[in-house]
Structures are given as structure tokens and as C-alpha cells.
């Protein structure tokens, strides 16, 4: 799953480099195409970890307000706090915005892979 979330994390990456890069209808598709994939491989690597390291009797509740939690910050962000940015800054702002919110998880892949995979190869 941490494979599938760093794969996520460079499809981000490239679906900003892509919506930076210009603003013709081929910019636009390529980049949201390549941000949707990333979103469900991340979404369902998370989902999964998620699922993993809670106790079973608690897995159902525990999903449910994972899912209240991202799809309320999904629904902010679609529209009052990206509407907004885009506003004051432009589309060049809203890219560069969601694209700072994804190198932020950057070193936390790089740190928790390491660990991680370290702790599962010597139980």
C-alpha cells in the first residue's frame, strides 16, 4: 500500500506540472485525468493502512469518519477555499496551492517507507 501511495503521490506531482504548464483544454484533461488517478490510489492505499491498524470491532466505525473527514475537506476545498484562491490568485495560484499540499507529504512518505519496511523485514 505505500508503493501505491507514493505512485499516488507522483501522479499528483505530475498532474500539477502538467496544469501549470499551460492552459488549453489538453492541459486541463491530462492534468485532472492524471490528479484523479492519483487521488484513488492514494485514497485507497490510505483506506487500506487505515483498515489495517484498527482493531476489527472498530474497522466500521472508525472507516465512517475517515470518509466524513476527507470528503468534507474534499467538498471545502472544491469550492470555498479553492473558488476563493482561485479569486485572488488565479488558476496559477490554485495549482501551486494544491501542488505545496502535496510535496507536503513527501517527506512523510520518505520517512514512513523506510521505517516501515524496515520494521516489517525484521519482526
Keep these: 500500500t505505500r508503493a501505491v501511495a507514493a ?7 505530475l498532474g500539477a506540472a502538467v496544469l ?20 484513488n490510489l492514494s485514497f485507497s492505499a490510505g483506506t487500506i493502512q487505515l483498515t489495517l491498524q484498527t482493531p476489527h470491532h472498530e474497522a466500521t466505525a472508525v472507516q465512517g469518519a475517515n470518509d ?3 470528503f468534507l475537506a474534499a ?9 476563493g484562491l482561485f479569486e485572488a490568485c488565479g488558476w496559477r ?10 510535496f507536503g507529504l513527501v517527506p512523510v512518505l520518505a ?12 519482526p
Design 7 to 13: 505512485c499516488g503521490v507522483v501522479l499528483f506531482v
Design 20 to 39: 501549470a504548464a499551460g492552459h488549453t483544454p489538453t492541459h486541463f484533461t491530462v492534468g485532472m485525468g492524471l490528479c484523479g488517478v492519483a487521488w
Design 68 to 70: 466524513f473527514v476527507v
Design 75 to 83: 467538498g471545502l476545498g472544491a469550492y470555498p477555499l479553492s473558488g
Design 93 to 102: 495560484g490554485v495549482v501551486v496551492a494544491s501542488a505545496a499540499l502535496v
Design 111 to 122: 520517512v514512513e517507507m523506510p521505517s516501515r519496511n524496515a520494521a516489517e523485514a525484521h
